[in-house]
């Protein structure tokens, strides 16, 4: 029998042993220096790998996932990590292929999501001799990887399985730290033979070694937070930016204070909760009253929020929660004390919930409101439904009148608001929401109601590059759950890559939802764009395109719908299929 080669040995311990330590997926881009990981993936992917030598019924699945493109491989690990709250595996060659993955590298670590990237390399004596597709690889992302390490190759002296082992351990509780998680970078260099292919009886072994070798700690230790008792008194405002989670409400509530949550916060929804924040920020009446700012997660819709904060004139006590990301909110570096979590201390008598404190900010919240519906429906008056009923009534006129109202009503050109609205109620606790980062996030955060539905958004650094793929990952591990993203046109046109399924990959129910203007129109919002030539802030700001959406759906093989008004708008939301879809909605600039 030949020997197994040590790079084959060694990828068979180190991806066995990762699942072992609790990754479910693996995201494969090609190459020839990577191919002994790469088909050591797909082969655990095939068998799984046992949960011991003697009961290979507890067996742990993996999933593979093979791209083209490094860049989306590495978002859609991403998504899939984001959604599984797993470590995602990524496995590249060398040269270019590993810059590739750098955006969602940075994305990760600025929002607090594992992964683990495997990148391939030459062996020593191959590098600084400008060999073919060489470049410095060790440690090229820098401060974005929790941990990075330059592995010598294989020999077929040296230990390698037990090498590969221990690899994967430490590599896994780095990725997963509970205060700290985020990308862990190995540079893996490998030596001809590149691979080998084993035998079952060799592959049986191999694995037996793993199990019976590696010391399996399933699930990260929760982390070890104290609580902060923190007194009710000052006139307090909760904050949820992006990932602040569910104990932001919990907060605002248990104080009795207004909750200001972003729309990716996870928090947005309960009786707290305070719509038209942006403005109510500008009401001296509020915003001069603050006494104290309680912020969970990370901020990044308005401009008023870091104003507020940063601004030390006002005196205002802020707490960052600190969370998982690798930076702690700080506008001003004004922020008094970071805690894990905190709690609102015992009523002492004579400091009650200010339930006039809470009063007054819904009051203006709901005012705000209904002055925006009521503005909305002058714009729009044909986005009236019509009064019910006079479709009962007798009278023909009466009757007419309701069904030209009807068909106005659906035959309504789309606005920003209209779609973000549709979206948000077509969406149920069981669905997800990506966001991308452009016009729509923001008109989203403004206006839309508490709902209780998971709502993702990439705002580790608000890239409009990777949304598709990010939303594939989530739509991949939260089957049969139907996935939809919104999001603009030269986002959409920025991932298009990722709209690539290879023959035989999975396709999920994702429904990407694209606001179509020509191009970047947030751009028209930018104060420069009242002085600047027009045609200037055209060229280099909005940059214009006249893609043709429905042949490019049609290329890559997936669903076409196109929307140009509220009734199409309506039927396309509901009418999702099982597979990808791309639903073009036209929008005037
Ligand atoms: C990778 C990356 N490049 C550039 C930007 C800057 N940027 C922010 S929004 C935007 C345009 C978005 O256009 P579109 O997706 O059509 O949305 P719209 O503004 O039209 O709603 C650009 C280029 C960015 N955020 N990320
Ligand atoms: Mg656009």
Do not use: C
């Not at 974005?144 to 509780?173: F, H």
């Not at 969970?296 to 904060?309: D, Y």
């Amino acid at each position: 029998m030949r020997e197994v080669a040590p790079s084959t040995t060694f990828a068979f311990s180190l991806l066995a042993s990762l699942v072992r330590h609790g990754v479910r997926d693996i995201v494969v881009a090609p190459g020839a220096r990577s191919q002994a990981l790469a088909l050591a993936a797909e082969q655990l992917s095939r068998i799984g790998v046992s949960g011991s030598q003697s009961d290979s019924s507890v067996g742990e699945q993996v999933r593979l996932h093979v791209r083209i493109d490094e860049r989306v491989a590495g978002f859609l690990a991403l998504g899939l990590s984001v959604e599984t709250r797993r470590p995602t595996v990524v496995i590249t060659t060398s040269g270019t292929a590993v810059a590739n993955l750098h955006p969602a590298i940075l994305e990760a670590h600025h929002s607090g999501v594992p992964l683990l990237i495997l990148t391939a390399d030459r062996p020593e004596e191959l590098r600084g001799i400008a060999s073919n597709q060489t470049t410095h690889q060790p440690d090229i992302f820098g401060r974005a990887s929790r941990w990075s390490i330059d592995e010598p190759a294989p020999m077929p002296e040296s230990n390698v399985a037990e090498r590969g082992i221990a690899l994967a351990a430490q590599a896994s509780s780095i990725a997963t730290d509970a205060h700290a998680p985020g990308p862990v970078h190995l540079n893996l260099a490998f030596r001809e033979p590149l691979s080998s292919t084993p035998t079952a009886e060799q592959l049986a072994a191999l694995l037996a070694a793993v199990v019976s070798g590696d010391v399996v700690e399933h699930d990260t230790a929760p982390a070890s937070s104290a609580t902060t008792e923190i007194p009710r008194g000052p006139r307090t405002i909760v904050i949820a930016g992006t990932g602040a989670g569910p104990e932001a409400e919990e907060l605002a509530h248990q104080g009795g204070w207004p909750l200001l949550a972003e729309i990716a916060s996870g928090a947005r929804f309960g009786r707290n909760l305070i719509i038209g924040y942006r403005e109510l920020l500008a009401q001296p009446e509020l915003a001069d009253a603050i006494q104290r700012v309680i912020v969970f997660g990370h901020p990044t819709l308005s401009r008023e929020i870091p104003a507020l904060i940063g601004d030390a004139e006002r005196g205002i006590e802020t707490i960052a929660i600190r969370g998982t990301r690798s930076e702690v909110y700080n506008p001003g570096h004004n922020v008094a004390r970071v805690l894990d979590s905190v709690t609102v201390a015992e009523t002492v008598p004579g400091q009650d919930t200010d339930r006039e404190w809470l009063g007054a900010w819904l009051t203006a919240s709901r005012a705000l409101v209904a002055e925006h519906e009521a503005e909305t429906l002058a714009e729009h008056p044909e986005t009236k439904s019509p009064d019910i009923t006079t479709s009962r009534s007798e009278t023909p006129a009466s009757q007419r009148i309701f069904v030209k109202a009807e068909l106005a009503a659906v035959r309504a050109t789309v606005t920003r608001d209209m779609l973000v609205d549709a979206v948000w109620r077509a969406s149920w606790p069981h669905d997800r929401l990506v966001l991308g980062a452009s016009r729509l996030i923001r008109v989203a955060d403004r206006w839309l109601p508490g709902k209780k539905i998971p709502v993702h958004a990439n705002r580790g650094l608000a890239g409009i590059d990777g949304t598709i793929a990010t939303a594939i990952g989530i739509a991949i591990a939260s089957a049969p759950a139907l996935t939809r993203v919104l999001l603009g046109d030269l986002a959409t046109l920025h991932d298009v890559g990722s709209m690539l399924f290879g023959r035989g990959e999975e396709r999920p129910r994702v429904q990407v939802i694209v606001g179509n203007d020509g191009g970047g129109s947030i751009f028209d919002m930018l104060e420069v764009a009242q002085s600047a030539a027009e045609e200037s802030i055209e060229r280099v700001l909005f940059t214009p395109h006249e893609v043709n959406f429905e042949g490019l759906a049609e290329a890559y093989g997936w669903r076409y719908v196109r929307v140009s008004n509220a009734g199409e708008l309506e039927r396309a939301l509901t009418g999702a299929g099982a597979g990808p879809e791309l639903v073009e909605v036209i929008l005037a600039r």
